[in-house]
């Protein structure tokens, strides 16, 4: 199992690396991309990758959040991070009108310039949308030939915009939303027409901790030893067999990603 969303350089981690990453192999959850969020958050991954080569692979990417910041100096040095073979994608990045914490318009810029230097770096990319649907097809409608290579990493909407990105090409990364009995009911609705081969999955760890674990982890930490859970409740959704869907899943995650 892959998970392609794990944020391993967030605080709560903090000196508790490697015990995540111990429970995850034990869980079967052999590979895992961590999202750079941020240049210096990125850079962080990166190093963090380093240390465990061939079990670790780092994004590296300006969340909308931060779109304000983004300027020459950071498509600088996020360029100096893609000719690193341990990163494997542009992102996470995008556009979240949810709470606006970058302006609209610095979003727009920051995402563009991202887009181009996927483009130019030849790799895939991880991408962030919120309360934006509309508006973010509409950019990725100008670059075609990278929705081919584009996830939605934590989708959570409904069946027509599922129907959206999948019309347009995208592949799609479920987490443990869709464990979440109050908000994931659209969620769940939407993956009864989910193809196998477009789908990938993530925890986005420590956040989104799935929420009908049994028994309940004391911490309300999410990790990546939770990944197999987060599956197996999806595979249910879509009717598929265990071992099929995290076989089918693992090969588009390599394919995906090169790995
Ligand atoms: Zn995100």
């Not at 941020?38 to 465990?52: D, F, N, P």
């Not at 893609?82 to 979240?96: N, S, T």
Request: with cysteine; net charge negative; glycine share 6%.
């Amino acid at each position: 199992m892959i998970d392609i969303g794990l944020n391993l350089t967030e605080q709560q981690f903090e000196g508790k690396e490697r015990d995540v990453l111990t429970r995850a192999l034990d869980a079967g959850v052999r590979q895992m991309i961590l999202t750079g969020g941020s240049v210096e958050g990125s850079e962080r991954a990166l190093a963090m990758a380093k240390k465990h080569a061939d079990v670790l692979y780092a994004t590296a990417g300006v969340h909308p959040h931060d779109a304000k910041t983004f300027d020459d100096n950071t498509a600088k040095r996020l360029r100096a991070l893609y000719a690193d073979p341990q990163v494997i994608a542009v992102g996470e990045c995008g556009l979240d009108f949810d709470r606006n914490y970058s302006d609209p318009q610095d979003q727009y810029r920051a995402f563009e310039t991202q887009l181009a230097l996927a483009e130019d770096n030849e790799l895939p990319i991880f991408l962030h949308e919120r309360a934006a649907h509309t508006e973010f097809i509409d950019v990725m409608k100008r670059h075609p030939k990278l929705i081919d290579r584009a996830v939605v990493h934590c989708f959570t909407g409904d069946k027509e915009q599922l129907t959206a990105y999948l019309d347009l090409g995208f592949h799609i990364g479920v987490t443990g939303w869709v464990c979440d009995p109050k908000r994931g009911n659209e969620l769940r609705e939407a993956l009864q027409y989910m193809p196998l081969e477009r789908l990938m999955i993530e925890t986005d760890a420590p956040y989104l901790i799935p929420k009908n674990l049994k028994p309940k982890p004391k911490s309300r930490t999410n990790e990546p030893m939770f990944l197999p859970h987060i599956g197996r409740e999806i595979a249910a959704i879509m009717n598929v067999d265990e071992a099929v869907f995290f076989e089918a899943v693992e090969t588009n995650t390599k394919r995906f990603f090169k790995l």
